[in-house]
């Protein structure tokens, strides 16, 4: 890990060093667990007089969530949790971690992410929706959902019979897996498109459309566009039409893309103005930039803050290291 990255926080636990406690009344606390008891009441005292203040403080922003992981956008920073453990539990109702590492920037659409352990971000930054990921030892383990080699995995820890590919996942960490298929698909994930590898090519599909279900049943579209080389590990990409495959190469993660008469439509992913444009495909109010998206394209979005959140994610897309 990079450890300049990380910013430890524990102003309650630090106190076990023996300094001396104030209360909220003025008096000193004798121990590192009065002091930590005197704060956590008077957390929960000021919640529980406005409990809608917690619930509106605390929701979830499941557009940012992974499986496996939930996701809470508190103050612009993005908190992270393994879903269902106690930290999210106490987190839900205004307890914040005393102990929890930061990462500046890091996040989907450059937002800075916390967590209460490195554990917890790694595994979050290497889920990936339709996988099961493992980490050991710094390496990403990936499997299909339905693969029937994960069983396998779970019980031994360690197939005798698998691919590895250094390099080509978050923070440019070794993936390994059953098969070479299945690192192309898990690298080329992402949030808005359904990848599948035939061949040794893949195929991008935007999620919900008809083609999508066409190839699902086994038939390939009969008219689609092909890019030699130009995919994830310089493999030949295929989609149904020039337009999915435009927004499929503009797609940055925290983001949802869209290509509209060749421009580009940009929407951070949990963006209230979505829905709307999901249901009529214009904004009465956006911002336009011409010829300032990927390969020249021009970019459109509900406002400038996110076209330049956008972009500097693009001209970054270097994966978020991993420990």
């Given at each position: 890990?990079?450890?300049?990255?990380?910013?430890?926080?524990?102003?309650l636990l630090a106190v076990s060093a023996g300094c001396k406690h104030t209360s909220s009344n003025g008096d000193q606390a004798g121990t590192p667990s009065e002091a930590i008891a005197?704060?956590?009441?008077?957390?929960?005292?000021?919640?529980?007089?406005?409990?809608?203040?917690?619930?509106?403080?605390?929701?979830?922003?499941?557009?940012?969530?992974?499986?496996?992981?939930?996701?809470?956008?508190?103050?612009?920073?993005?908190?992270?949790?393994?879903?269902?453990?106690q930290e999210q539990a106490e987190f839900e109702v205004g307890k914040e971690p005393a102990k929890h590492i930061t990462r500046i920037g890091a996040g989907p659409a450059g937002l800075?992410?916390?967590?209460?352990?490195?554990?917890?971000?790694?595994?979050?930054?290497?889920?990936?929706?339709?996988?099961?990921?493992?980490?050991?030892?710094?390496?990403?383990?990936?499997?299909?959902?339905?693969?029937?080699?994960?069983?396998?995995?779970?019980?031994?820890?360690?197939?005798?019979?698998?691919?590895?590919?250094?390099?080509?996942?978050?923070?440019?960490?070794?993936?390994?897996?059953?098969?070479?298929?299945?690192?192309?698909?898990?690298?080329?994930?992402?949030?808005?498109?359904?990848?599948?590898?035939?061949?040794?090519?893949?195929?991008?599909?935007?999620?919900?459309?008809?083609?999508?279900?066409?190839?699902?049943?086994?038939?390939?579209?009969?008219?689609?566009?092909?890019?030699?080389?130009?995919?994830?590990?310089?493999?030949?990409?295929?989609?149904?039409?020039?337009?999915?495959?435009?927004?499929?190469?503009?797609?940055?993660?925290?983001?949802?893309?869209?290509?509209?008469?060749?421009?580009?439509?940009?929407?951070?992913?949990?963006?209230?103005?979505?829905?709307?444009?999901?249901?009529?495909?214009?904004?009465?109010?956006?911002?336009?930039?011409?010829?300032?998206?990927?390969?020249?394209?021009?970019?459109?979005?509900?406002?400038?803050?996110?076209?330049?959140?956008?972009?500097?994610?693009?001209?970054?897309?270097?994966?978020?290291?991993?420990r």
């Amino acid at each position: 890990m990079n450890r300049s990255a990380l910013i430890i926080v524990s102003s309650l636990l630090a106190v076990s060093a023996g300094c001396k406690h104030t209360s909220s009344n003025g008096d000193q606390a004798g121990t590192p667990s009065e002091a930590i008891a005197v704060q956590t009441a008077t957390v929960e005292s000021a919640f529980e007089a406005d409990p809608e203040k917690v619930a509106a403080a605390f929701k979830p922003a499941t557009a940012y969530g992974r499986p496996g992981y939930s996701a809470y956008l508190q103050d612009g920073r993005l908190w992270i949790f393994s879903t269902g453990s106690q930290e999210q539990a106490e987190f839900e109702v205004g307890k914040e971690p005393a102990k929890h590492i930061t990462r500046i920037g890091a996040g989907p659409a450059g937002l800075t992410v916390k967590a209460v352990d490195s554990g917890t971000l790694s595994g979050y930054f290497a889920a990936r929706e339709g996988f099961v990921t493992e980490l050991v030892d710094g390496r990403i383990w990936a499997f299909h959902e339905d693969a029937p080699e994960l069983e396998t995995f779970k019980r031994g820890g360690e197939l005798a019979k698998h691919v590895t590919r250094i390099g080509v996942g978050p923070g440019n960490t070794t993936v390994k897996a059953p098969d070479s298929e299945t690192i192309l698909a898990y690298v080329a994930a992402r949030e808005g498109f359904r990848c599948f590898v035939d061949d040794g090519r893949l195929w991008v599909f935007a999620d919900g459309i008809s083609d999508l279900k066409a190839f699902a049943q086994g038939g390939e579209p009969a008219k689609h566009v092909t890019r030699i080389g130009a995919g994830p590990m310089g493999c030949t990409i295929k989609a149904p039409d020039a337009a999915t495959l435009q927004a499929y190469e503009a797609a940055v993660e925290g983001f949802r893309v869209f290509s509209q008469e060749g421009r580009i439509w940009v929407f951070r992913s949990d963006c209230e103005e979505l829905p709307s444009f999901l249901a009529g495909g214009e904004l009465a109010k956006r911002v336009t930039r011409i010829g300032a998206g990927p390969n020249g394209a021009t970019l459109l979005a509900p406002d400038s803050a996110t076209l330049d959140s956008y972009l500097r994610a693009f001209g970054n897309e270097q994966p978020t290291p991993l420990r």
